[in-house]
T-cell receptor, first 111, second 116 residues
Framework: DAKTTQPTSMDCAEGRAANLPCNHS???????VYWYRQIHSQGPQYIIH???NNETNEMASLIITEDRKSSTLILPHATLRDTAVYYC????????????FGTGTKLQVIP | GAVVSQHPSWVICKSGTSVKIECRSL??????MFWYRQFPKQSLMLMAT?????????EQGVEKDKFLINHASLTLSTLTVTSAHPEDSSFYIC????????????FGPGTRLTVT
């Protein structure tokens, strides 16, 4: 199984940047890093993914270390609606992308 | 982004009965869909990989005769929980992969099953 390590929980003030770390020291060379989030009682929502380079989209930025053993998801201006459990995974881009979820980080955005 | 729907969104059934959950990819074709189960305050656990036109692949510890999966078309996969028991009460989530250069996996909204 693809294992990742994330802090169990984090708090972030509304309007501030939320930086969520993830360790994925067992990642293979052709595996991507994906981030999803799950708001209570909903299905997971795709956020962003990357291979080597840093990535940015309308939701977040992804910073991947040069050795690819860890990454950080950045929500630049957290809002109350960003309160959710954030999951970091690594999986192959080929095939059918079987995904194993870890325990994730519970992010609480505080007013 | 791509949309995956599930039906029903919640269901209550009596112990010993069977219940079917549908997972549909609304605007794309999915040769492979996945089924997950999530108990309260726990992470998603992969149950099985559903392949269109062939048998599903079940994860270790998941009873294939209890959780019947059918993937009859490129837009529909069904999960039938047979002879349901209260311990089967859970949040069931499906997902489908879309290929847009690189694969992205989209998840359904989930189905809350309560067995009484």
């Amino acid at each position: 199984d693809a294992k990742t390590t994330q802090p169990t929980s984090m708090d972030c003030a509304e309007g501030r940047a939320a930086n969520l770390p993830c360790n994925h020291s067992t990642i293979s060379g052709n595996e991507y890093v994906y981030w999803y989030r799950q708001i209570h009682s909903q299905g997971p929502q795709y956020i962003i993914h990357g291979l080597k380079n840093n990535e940015t989209n309308e939701m977040a930025s992804l910073i991947i270390t040069e050795d690819r053993k860890s990454s950080t998801l950045i929500l630049p201006h957290a809002t109350l609606r960003d309160t959710a459990v954030y999951y970091c995974i690594h999986t192959y881009s080929g095939g059918y992308q079987k995904v194993t979820f870890g325990t994730g980080t519970k992010l609480q955005v505080i007013p | 982004g791509a949309v995956v729907s599930q039906h029903p969104s919640w269901v209550i059934c009596k112990s010993g009965t069977s219940v079917k959950i549908e997972c549909r990819s609304l605007d794309f074709q999915a040769t492979t869909m996945f089924w997950y189960r999530q108990f309260p305050k726990q992470s998603l656990m992969l149950m099985a990989t559903s392949n269109e036109g062939s048998k599903a692949t079940y994860e270790q510890g998941v009873e294939k005769d209890k959780f019947l999966i059918n993937h009859a078309s490129l837009t529909l996969s069904t999960l039938t929980v047979t002879s349901a028991h209260p311990e089967d009460s859970s949040f069931y989530i499906c997902s489908a992969t879309i290929w847009e250069g690189e694969p992205e996996q989209y998840f359904g909204p989930g189905t809350r099953l309560t067995v009484t």
